[in-house]
T-cell receptor
Framework: GNSVTQMEGPVTLSEEAFLTINCTYT??????LFWYVQYPGEGLQLLLK?????DKGSNKGFEATYRKETTSFHLEKGSVQVSDSAVYFC???????????????FGKGTLLTVNP | EAQVTQNPRYLITVTGKKLTVTCSQN?????MSWYRQDPGLGLRQIYY???????DKGDVPEGYKVSRKEKRNFPLILESPSPNQTSLYFC????????????FGPGTRLTVT
């Protein structure tokens, strides 16, 4: 079945540091890939997405490129801010083994803390 | 404002007492889904619905029921809650499955004693 593996946290950075959170996936066919962010006490919200190979999703200074050859979708940001502190989830959407359910399959999440 | 609402936000109950968590979306989305979030396990899908009267099991359906009588509502029912159902629950909806963004509710924190 589909699966997502993302780097374990927690990750602690100083403000203005460079951020990379690794994400790799296993899926049948051609899934869509997502990064969701969860701020403390809130639900998940979409950060960025890519729906086909070599697409780059970007939002709020974050970027991720859909790499089919390495089955990866790493999240990057050049200069993090304190307000970026949150849990980040990599996810894919693709048919399950039965071909009928385009559910989101999530990684376990990476807690990012940015210190001033 | 486009949103997914859940109620209640917090609930403490006892083993065996039936409860319902409501979910409603105002975006006319066809696809709705329930997830539970547990430490170290991420989010796992409980049930999903492709449209009115069309529901199916996700990865962890045991102990849960759902219904989809109207497009906007997708309640989650725990007929006989047990302590292992203590978790944070999220409802989500999207225009369609696949590459469309899923919109999440704020979450319901359930504790079963």
């Amino acid at each position: 079945g589909n699966s997502v593996t993302q780097m374990e946290g927690p990750v602690t950075l100083s403000e203005e540091a460079f951020l990379t959170i690794n994400c790799t996936y296993t899926a049948t066919g051609y899934p869509s890939l997502f990064w969701y962010v969860q701020y403390p006490g809130e639900g998940l919200q979409l950060l960025l997405k890519a729906t086909k190979a070599d697409d780059k999703g970007s939002n709020k200074g974050f970027e991720a490129t859909y790499r089919k050859e390495t089955t990866s979708f790493h999240l990057e940001k050049g200069s993090v801010q304190v307000s970026d502190s949150a849990v980040y989830f990599c996810a894919l959407s693709g048919p399950d083994s039965g071909g009928s359910n385009y559910k989101l399959t999530f990684g376990k999440g990476t807690l990012l803390t940015v210190n001033p | 404002e486009a949103q997914v609402t859940q109620n209640p936000r917090y609930l403490i109950t006892v083993t065996g007492k039936k409860l319902t968590v409501t979910c409603s979306q105002n975006m006319n989305h066809e696809y709705m889904s329930w997830y539970r979030q547990d430490p170290g396990l991420g989010l796992r899908q409980i049930y999903y619905s492709m449209n009115v009267e069309v529901t199916d099991k996700g990865d962890v359906p045991e102990g849960y029921k759902v219904s989809r009588k109207e497009k906007r509502n997708f309640p989650l029912i725990l007929e006989s809650p047990s302590p292992n159902q203590t978790s944070l629950y999220f409802c989500a909806s999207s225009l369609r499955p696949g590459g469309a963004e899923q919109y999440f509710g704020p979450g319901t924190r359930l504790t079963v004693t």
